[in-house]
């Protein structure tokens, strides 16, 4: 099991409504990330949280508004989606040392209808 | 402009037939390589971290090595369970924060028993 845990774990949702994807992990790490992946693609980089303060922001459209309450939570708000916003949707974490890995979650689903 | 690439795209391999998995990188500073390894629907998971020339780790049947311009992933004597896509990123001190990881495209590998 991952320590990462990402709900919900599937989202269907219209391009009017405004939804929350979630984030959690209790390890003690510093870093945060959002990540999108389409099928077949790697993951691509979208956010990053560190010591709870947003680091980078990859040019990402401002219906993906994430936020970061404390260092042990990582949301990620979506409103008016498009039908290509749909992918999976990885949170990871990390110590705050240089080369220590990312830990991701299994994700969250997203259909965008 | 930083890269990472991997090849093959694809590989099936008879059980027991031995393989290597490539992953070549231009990057600007690089702190770290990482491989992952990521199953169908699920987050990758973290398999090794390498970070100077002529490095190696090793996990069961699995090997991976560094040079100044590639990693290989070696898989001695694979099983069906072995079947998933190896992701491959590096960590880059682009902007200074250490911060950022990105992946390349991808192995996914078939062992049919």
């Not at chain 1, 390890?27 to 949280?49: D, I, N, S, T």
């Amino acid at each position: 099991d991952t320590e990462v845990t990402q709900t919900p774990k599937h989202l269907v949702m219209g391009m009017t409504n405004k939804k929350s994807l979630k984030c959690e992990q209790h390890m003690g790490h510093r870093a945060m990330y959002w990540y999108k992946q389409k099928a077949k693609k790697p993951p691509e980089l979208m956010f990053v949280y560190s010591y709870e303060k947003l680091s980078i922001n990859e040019s990402v459209p401002s219906r993906f508004s994430p936020e970061c309450p404390n260092s042990s939570l990582l949301n990620l708000h979506l409103h008016a989606l498009q039908p290509e916003d749909s992918a999976l949707y990885l949170c990871a974490s990390r110590q705050g040392f240089v080369r220590s890995p990312l830990h991701f979650g299994n994700g969250t689903r997203l259909t965008v209808t | 402009e930083d890269q990472v690439t991997q090849s093959p795209e694809a590989l099936r391999l008879q059980e027991g037939e031995s393989s290597s998995l490539n992953c070549s990188y231009t990057v600007s500073g690089l702190r770290g390589l990482f491989w992952y390894r990521q199953d169908p629907g699920k987050g990758p998971e973290f398999l090794f971290t390498l970070y100077s020339a002529g490095e190696e780790k090793e996990k069961e049947r699995l090997k991976a090595t560094l040079t100044k311009k590639e990693s290989f992933l070696h898989i001695t004597a694979p099983k069906p369970e072995d079947s998933a896509t190896y992701l491959c990123a590096v960590q880059t001190s682009r902007g200074n924060t250490g911060n950022q990881f990105y992946f390349g495209t991808g192995t996914s590998l078939t062992v049919i028993p």
